[in-house]
């Protein structure tokens, strides 16, 4: 029997629970009792926030175009993972020794970037890339409202273009997609360690479960699968169905 270990999601709270940059909110400590979060970083800081996440993505942009000049790839390296830290750490207010932290990113940033984007946000502190497969909410309207380029290609080419170990990738797919043919989910297994699914929020425990087991039956021995379920949506007793359906 699989391992089920509940985890927090941020997609539209900031760790630390404040709502603007002058709300010191509460301490994120508490997170390195439960070791393992995931951000959703265009929607869960804020506008100011969301803007120095995009402004990552631009560094690891001219660290690519820079690539002929050693010394200022380099140099544009070194920028890149700072700005990242200093993300994680100060903006987010995350303990990234403490706390594997999961970060959502959008297919087209690594792909652009060579996976430059991948390598910035792993030596900064994050455990894992989440890539999303750019289905629905909350990443395309967030990137369109801050002026950045919407649409993403297939996820398995993402997933190659990072460049990192399996175990360090997660291939993300949100409410409402569908899964994809074996074949698809065969090529995406062999590049990430774990898929992760956000179940239609309007589902019920036992169709949640069903569609657990449907997901659970096209992935590659030895991937790891996490279910996004939201606790204001779906109460204990349905979430507790549908983990022994996920674990079973």
């Given at each position: 029997?699989?391992?089920?270990?509940p985890?927090p999601?941020f997609?539209?709270?900031?760790?630390?629970g404040?709502?603007?940059?002058?709300?010191?909110?509460r301490s994120?400590?508490?997170?390195?009792?439960v070791?393992r979060?995931?951000?959703h970083?265009?929607v869960c800081?804020?506008?100011?926030?969301a803007s120095?996440?995009?402004g990552i993505v631009?560094?690891?942009?001219?660290?690519l175009a820079?690539s002929?000049d050693?010394k200022a790839s380099?140099?544009?390296m070194?920028e890149?993972v700072?700005m990242?830290r200093?993300?994680l750490?100060e903006?987010l207010?995350?303990?990234?020794?403490?706390?594997?932290?999961?970060?959502?990113?959008?297919c087209r940033?690594l792909?652009d970037t060579?996976g430059?984007?991948?390598?910035?946000?792993?030596?900064?502190?994050c455990?894992r890339i989440?890539?999303?497969?750019g289905?629905g909410?909350p990443?395309?309207?967030?990137?369109?409202?801050?002026?950045?380029p919407?649409g993403?290609?297939?996820?398995?080419?993402?997933?190659?273009a990072a460049?990192v170990?399996?175990?360090?990738?997660?291939?993300?797919?949100?409410?409402?997609?569908?899964?994809?043919?074996?074949?698809e989910m065969e090529?995406?297994?062999?590049?990430?360690?774990?898929v992760?699914?956000?179940?239609?929020?309007?589902a019920?425990?036992g169709?949640?479960?069903e569609a657990?087991?449907?997901?659970?039956?096209?992935?590659a021995?030895?991937?790891?699968?996490?279910?996004?379920?939201?606790?204001?949506?779906?109460?204990?007793?349905?979430?507790?169905?549908v983990?022994?359906a996920?674990?079973?």
């Amino acid at each position: 029997m699989a391992t089920v270990t509940p985890f927090p999601i941020f997609s539209s709270t900031h760790p630390s629970g404040r709502t603007s940059p002058n709300d010191e909110g509460r301490s994120t400590s508490a997170l390195s009792a439960v070791g393992r979060c995931r951000v959703h970083p265009l929607v869960c800081g804020g506008p100011s926030a969301a803007s120095e996440f995009c402004g990552i993505v631009y560094k690891c942009s001219a660290q690519l175009a820079a690539s002929n000049d050693k010394k200022a790839s380099k140099r544009l390296m070194k920028e890149g993972v700072a700005m990242a830290r200093k993300y994680l750490t100060e903006t987010l207010g995350i303990d990234v020794s403490v706390v594997d932290v999961e970060i959502v990113v959008d297919c087209r940033d690594l792909i652009d970037t060579g996976g430059l984007f991948a390598s910035c946000l792993l030596d900064a502190g994050c455990d894992r890339i989440v890539v999303d497969a750019g289905v629905g909410p909350p990443l395309s309207p967030t990137r369109r409202s801050i002026g950045v380029p919407g649409g993403s290609p297939k996820t398995a080419e993402a997933l190659d273009a990072a460049r990192v170990p399996r175990e360090r990738i997660v291939a993300r797919y949100g409410a409402g997609a569908v899964p994809p043919s074996a074949s698809e989910m065969e090529d995406v297994c062999e590049l990430a360690g774990t898929v992760s699914v956000r179940l239609s929020d309007a589902a019920s425990s036992g169709e949640a479960s069903e569609a657990a087991e449907v997901w659970k039956e096209l992935m590659a021995e030895g991937t790891e699968m996490v279910l996004e379920l939201d606790p204001n949506v779906m109460d204990d007793a349905g979430i507790g169905e549908v983990s022994k359906a996920l674990a079973g």
